[in-house]
């Protein structure tokens, strides 16, 4: 690809970038407040928890478990970990390492295919192709958000090295085509929703091979030849999909995305609106010239790249709106219709590739640092999507919300809020505040993947906006607004909360309050709230009406003194702790509307309570049914007991110490 002379050229722009990469990207997590919310964040905590229990027992079955099940895999941070070892777990020695892991290679291929497509010749405008590319903000906006999702260019784009090189597989070798199926494997390991870009990678592939092929088509040694051909590279890629990631697969198999993402479906107006924000309008043009010119000039390789990625979108698009990360391939496979376009515009007004090239990465650059750091110093319209640092809207308003919650709670409250959106959630509050990690409940944003669980109800604390912020398809956040509602005017549950601080202004247009609670909520309040939330997902009804979950919600409970506590563990099942030197109880309503009676109840200790607690002795339980004691028992640790739930109004469950109060958690799971 590279002269021998001037290759010192290119060698010299590999380390300016990714020195230049790693201080951007310090630079640019330097200016952000620590809200890392969702995927912002998660992937960051992810390798953070990989890093910390490396050398761990189970470590390594943990890993191999979470790329065989899990839709968010932890693969992408295992080439990671040498950094986490060398420089903690800071979020900038994260991104930084993302950028000069992943990125920089990525751009590099993406550079490479632009300028193999586009037929460059000068080791000048090669250089000029990596830099525009290195500087592309769809290609870096990932990463600068934390996510290591441009990990999975690298081997697509090693594939789509292969496939042009080969004429479209039509004269690969057996290697070759296990080398590209391994490819598409590897991108699909690291992030499962790349099953898009490796079936239109494929699916591109094979029309172009028979067009390449069109006139031998005929012939039966032809046919079979393409046949084998793309057997071996599917064969290749499922048989390593299937021994790696069985129960993954098993998954999706079963799931219709399509419906478990209808709160993130975009009309085909707004879908088009994204991409072209996210790419920038003069670029759209520009790619839009590239593509009509290889039509033209007759350009496979460019044509190729430019069906890829139109056909990655369409595809995606169909099931949700792409987010940040969702658009790499786009913006990878357009890159280079990106450069032949920029070298047909060169060719119009007579500059040589070189120089219309250089002057395009200068513009490049201008445009990545007015759309991240800097004041933009062109029109609005050349820019892409900005990917500015992330920062609080109002410092203040936030830093007078939080102190308001730490003067108020104390030892176990729970501070609960329905915000859905990156001025308010769950996930931004336990970013800002990590000590109330374990008292901030998980916010069932997306009706089709987290039930609702009126354990949000009992919070002590409720954190309300007006007006009330969601963020997904109208409608499908109900299930939220409503209840955020409720408690702002002070109707239903929301009568039993009174207000004791704000406004607090997070945003332009958004005040915050602090709302505690003044009475238990009642089955009232549960039923005036079923419609809304019936409505939003109708599957919940087998919950609320076939589980114990709303009743569980409605317990009154008394904690033992210093290790007393209660905790919801599922639709059916509650954990409880006594006290040091007092029991813990609930008693639960056995009547919920039509609700399904429960039948008995098991309760069971883990054996791994001796592994913590050698000394730990069990407890003694006690089961009564308005008033009437119905079964009492000893449990140790690794012992089950079950009991039958008589009919009745109340049930009452106490739990004390035998001995010790030592893991002394016992589960207690309903059969209906």
Not at 303 to 331: E, K, N, S, W
Not at 351 to 359: M, R
Not at 577 to 584: I, L, R, S, V, Y
Request: net charge neutral.
């Amino acid at each position: 690809m590279f002269a021998a002379r001037p290759r010192w050229v290119y060698t010299l722009i590999l380390l300016s970038i990714a020195i230049l990469y790693i201080a951007f990207c310090t630079y640019f997590v330097a200016h952000e407040d620590p809200i890392y919310v969702w995927d912002f964040g998660e992937f960051w905590r992810m390798y953070q928890r990989l890093g910390a229990g490396l050398g761990t027992p189970g470590w390594l079955g943990g890993v191999a478990n979470s790329i065989s099940t899990a839709d968010y895999n932890i693969s992408g941070a295992l080439p990671l970990i040498p950094s986490y070892l060398l420089f903690g777990g800071g979020r900038a020695p994260y991104v930084a390492t993302i950028a000069a892991l992943y990125s920089m290679p990525a751009v590099v291929i993406a550079s490479y295919i632009a300028a193999e497509s586009a037929s460059l010749e000068n080791t000048y405008a090669k250089g000029a192709t990596l830099l525009i590319a290195a500087s592309t903000l769809p290609l870096l906006a990932p990463t600068l958000r934390g996510m290591w999702d441009i990990a999975g260019l690298i081997p697509l784009g090693i594939a789509t090295i292969v496939i042009l090189k080969t004429a479209y597989l039509t004269r690969a070798t057996i290697r070759q085509l296990i080398l590209v199926g391994v490819s598409l494997w590897a991108a699909f390991l690291l992030r499962r929703w790349y099953a898009y870009s490796v079936m239109s990678l494929m699916v591109v592939t094979l029309f172009f091979a028979m067009a390449s092929s069109r006139r031998d088509l005929l012939k039966l040694g032809t046919v079979l030849s393409l046949v084998v051909k793309f057997a071996i590279v599917t064969s290749v890629f499922c048989g390593l999909a299937l021994y790696t990631q069985f129960g993954l697969i098993s998954r999706i198999l079963v799931t219709d995305y399509g419906e478990l993402y209808a709160a993130y479906h975009k009309s085909f107006s707004e879908n088009l609106a994204m991409a072209l924000e996210r790419t920038g309008i003069l670029n759209c043009i520009v790619i839009g010239i590239g593509f009509i010119s290889a039509v033209i000039f007759r350009v496979p390789a460019v044509l190729f790249c430019g069906i890829v990625a139109t056909t990655v979108y369409f595809l995606f698009t169909r099931t949700q709106l792409m987010g940040v990360h969702h658009f790499l391939p786009v913006a990878f496979w357009s890159f280079p219709v990106l450069i032949f376009g920029i070298k047909s515009v060169g060719s119009i007004i007579r500059l040589h590739d070189k120089s219309i090239l250089g002057l395009c990465a200068v513009f490049s650059i201008t445009i990545l640092l007015g759309a991240t750091l800097f004041p933009r110093v062109f029109p609005e319209a050349f820019y892409p999507t900005e990917v500015r640092p992330l920062t609080l809207d109002n410092r203040d308003g936030y830093e007078k919300l939080l102190r308001a919650i730490h003067e108020n709670r104390k030892d176990t409250d729970q501070v609960n809020t329905f915000g859905s959106s990156l001025i308010l959630s769950d996930d931004l509050l336990r970013s800002l505040s990590p000590d109330l990690a374990d008292y901030v409940p998980f916010t069932p944003h997306v009706a089709s993947t987290h039930p609702f669980r009126f354990e949000h109800l009992r919070a002590q604390y409720q954190i309300a906006t007006v007006p009330a912020l969601t963020q997904l398809a109208p409608g499908t956040q109900r299930h939220l607004q409503v209840p955020n509602d409720l408690i702002v005017e002070g109707k239903g549950f929301g009568s039993g909360y009174s207000k004791i601080g704000g406004p607090y202004r997070l945003s332009v247009g958004v005040d915050a309050f602090l709302y505690k609670r003044s009475r238990a909520m009642t089955a009232e309040d549960m039923a005036q709230l079923l419609p809304v939330l019936l409505e939003v997902n109708p599957s919940w009804r087998a919950m609320f009406f076939e589980s114990m979950e709303p009743r569980l919600a409605l317990r009154t409970e008394i904690l033992g003194d210093k290790w007393g506590r209660v905790t919801p563990s599922g639709s059916n099942s509650v954990s409880l702790h006594p006290g040091e030197t007092t029991g813990t109880s609930i008693t639960v309503p056995l009547r919920f509307l039509e609700s399904k009676s429960p039948k008995s109840i098991t309760f069971s200790m883990p054996a791994q309570a001796l592994v913590s607690c050698p000394n730990a002795d069990g407890v003694s339980i006690s089961v009564s049914v308005d008033g009437h004691v119905t079964w009492e028992g000893v449990l140790g640790p690794g012992q089950t007991q079950a009991a039958r739930i008589p009919v009745g109004e109340n049930l009452f469950i106490g739990v004390d110490k035998i001995g010790n109060p030592y893991c002394d958690t016992i589960v207690a799971e309903f059969s209906m």
